[in-house]
């Protein structure tokens, strides 16, 4: 099942590879990849398998199936300073050097302290304003227009079993997406009446909007 | 604990030289205590000298201690070489006992009962106590030398051995006493702990090994853990238990229509007469929740008591808890309310009587808490049983008689779990490295680890030096190094990381609750601080409190005016019917179901009984009820074996997934101590042959692994997992930014690792432990053998029986809240209360 919702007048398409697609302007939006993630962990002793591979082939398969001209994204491109690896900047490098025509935004994190863009991806913007919306890393209302943000990793908690699903979330003033990143967790969002919700369940979003 | 202040060090007593002229022998210093050796300790004593580990049990409060202590002592007095005052004797000597108790907060007041025979007897020893909570100048002192007793707890005895100079330490030790070992048995600290003797052993051959133990089941079992591959110790039995007196408060009236969780606090007036007629009583409630509600009740009630009734739980703040600790012991405070925190450790001697709110749920926990009255001479222990709900009159008799033909529970010894043998393989690279012949030798002198094949143990090396299968692709990475076949942690920063994790205990996560300007009063589970709104009121440590924000995993609250308008929760499991209780209730009801009714609470309860009776039947022995019932709500199937609410869930969901099988079709499930229900929308045929078919043993484990989303209990259940191996992060106080980007939640891992390395072992644990641990699955095999061996009693009661009653209350519980369902539910009882009168 695809979702799709109207913000502001314009249509938005969450997607279940946890990328925003924005028809008009042709542009793919993403936040919290957290690359390197799993380096970082690794680099202290944790076992964590994965890789920035993984993430970035899901990325191509996205910008493909949506014909996207731009990307935009919503920081935490990195997740720390110990898992911004040589291999992991040589694999993002390589990936951008096949795309040399996407336009790429990089809105600055709080974990992007870790470093500079990777080759070929550009410097960091604190927030881009574009009408009717304005995109962001933190998530909060602005009168520069309907906020897109990340940063807190939005999730639902379902059933008895408590399955948590990362989702997307849309208030009223400021719409959040889930972490695009692999090793990355889901926190429950106070969601309220009149919020529209879409959890990502596998290959498919489920409709939770609170009505 | 994170965030909670380290209470006061008593220092060790600075050596005074000892008069020889006071120095006593030991049947004298009993003496002038007033007491004279048991033969229990004189076995005990003999036993150590002869050169023999053991296991001493008895109650609480007998002298199991200096039954263990003397052996050494003793042993040194002979050999003279540490009599105080001897000519030319040194300090005090090197370590030679070493005391590890489960319970942390009880490290001081067992030094100082340590300490005390010691220097009447004329020996030089000096006794401390190494724990999580041990300053850090102390450390330093301990770094230097350790005292000649050491107490210490399964965790730090771990964190002491990752040291290099261990071997060298530990060399001059000769005895070890495991006490409260039935607390360690059967729990992965306990596995801990055993690792950690096979080590001891290693460093000092001629150790001996004693533990100390409530009454256990299997104490058999619990030896052979202790004495490790030594194989053989002496089971020395203590003192008789002191008499136990069990009785329940009985309601006026007894609700024929019983649902849990409603009757509890009706019976408060006959509580509070019950507390006035002591000096101090101890009020223990199955749950935190429970505790904060009865103590504003009991306060309400008698608000003259302001003051003098306090409240203990484990999420209430450690200075607290310690003050009213002070309190008993002082014997100033009338009454306690608390949970199994006050189940275990040293005797509040004016605490003369001991009521338990709601079902024990086992025979041994109740006499436990029995035993934490009566410690003057002369004096019985008595426990006072306040039932929640009618059935709960049941178990207090089937208690009673199960106390009284000593069939007791015992616990089930942990199967070589691979995330503590990982913990320890990574422990052993710390202390000075390992080579892997060696360490696997030693390990499998573990009893845990005695069956460990070479499969699982080459798994553990690789899991530890290179991440295991998953982490092939990445060559750089290690945790341990090997070199030379020595594997060793060479990482400074990883060392240090891994000692601060040393563990087994996982709690969940929790959050400090704590004044806006003031102090913290304890921990709420970070599920209810999400869920607070800013102006809430909530009763928490007896207090009630208003929500301001949640900042910095800390709910910061102020004192509220006003009632509570929401109540904390906090997970844990709910616990389940024992055994040994669960064929005791079973055996009430045949007695009844023959007719008799013998003691007051059968007595009290035979109104219930007798409908349940005429609209259905009091199964007998060798039989299993099953009750067939169409409502609004769909076509019910009521089955009750009696074996306790793990069991039951675990055979509703085999029978909910065999029948769904067969054709597919939606159940509700429902499950309690007693039985559980299914209900269906859709009617469904079943007789009694269909339905053992239904309930066959065969096939067991992998119809309940697939009949729940098994994934999704393990993957919770790999919490604990994770955090044992070595994965996730305990939150670490102060830890800065480095450690929060190591955080990741256990889900996490669970799901990388399912992706890229299905066969990781650990993966596997945790499911095996959702069977032992959710459904217990020895228990659940058993009871449906039993089914299997039973004649199923099938019935159609023209309406839900007393049996079925709470049933559908579970049931509802589920999917309305709980105001609503208190409405319904009263609704509900009420009319099945008038038919019940109407014919």
Redesign the interface.
Known sequence: MTAELEVCGERLVPRPDRSLFWPGPGALLIADPHFGKADAFRAAGVPVPGDSAVPLARLAAALDATAAVRLIVLGDFWHSRDGRTDRVAADLAAWRAARPNLRIELVRGNHDRAGPPPDGWGGWVTEVAEPPFRFAHFPDPSDAGYTLAGHLHPGVVLGRERLRLPCFWFGPRVGVLPAFGDFTGAARVPARRGDRVFAVAGSAMVDLSMR | MRGIPRPKQTRPPKPRPIDPAEVVAPDEWFARRGWEPFAFQREAWAAYRAGENGLVHASTGTGKTYAALLGPVLEALEEGTSIAGAPGSPGPPPLRVLWVTPLRALSADTALSLDAPLRPLGLNWDVGTRTADTPSAARTRQQKRLPSVLVTTPESLSLLLTYPDAREKFAGLRCVVCDEWHELFGSKRGVLAELALARLRTFAPALRTWGLSATLGNLDAALAALVGAVGTGRVVRGHVPKPITVDAVLPPRVERFPWAGHLGLSLLPQVVAAIDEGRTALLFTNTRAACEQWYQALLDARPDWAGAVALHHGSIDRKTRDWVEDGLRAGTLRCVVCTSTLDLGVDFAPVDRVLQVGSPKGVARLLQRAGRSGHRPGETSRVTCVPTHTFELIEVAAARTAAGAGAVEGRDPVSKPLDVLAQHCVSSALAGGFRAADLLAEVRTAHAYRDLSDAEWAWVLD?VT???E??K??P????VGVSDGLYAVT?A??AR?HRLSIGTITSEASVLVRYLRGPKIGTVDESFA?RLKPGDRFAFAGRTLEFVKLYEMTVWVRLARGEANTRPRWSGSRMSLSGELAAAVRAELDVAARGAFAGPEMRAVRPVLDVQARWSRVPRAGEVLVERLATRDGHHLFLYPFEGRLVHEGVAALAAYRLSRRRPQTFTLAANDYGFELVSPDPFELDADTLKALLAPTGMTDDVLESL?AA??AK?QFREVARVA??VNPGLPHAGR?AK??Q??S???YD??R???PDNLLLWQARREVLDRQFEATRLRRALERIADSRLVVTAPPRPTPFAFPLLVERMR?SVSSETLADRVRKMAAALERRADAE
């Open positions: 899991f290179r991440g295991g998953a982490l692709a990445y750089d990475y290690r945790r990482d920063r990883l990381r999400a989303n999704e209990l919770r070595g994965l480095t980007q190591l990741a939640s889900g996490l891992f990388v690792f992706e890229y390395d589920e």
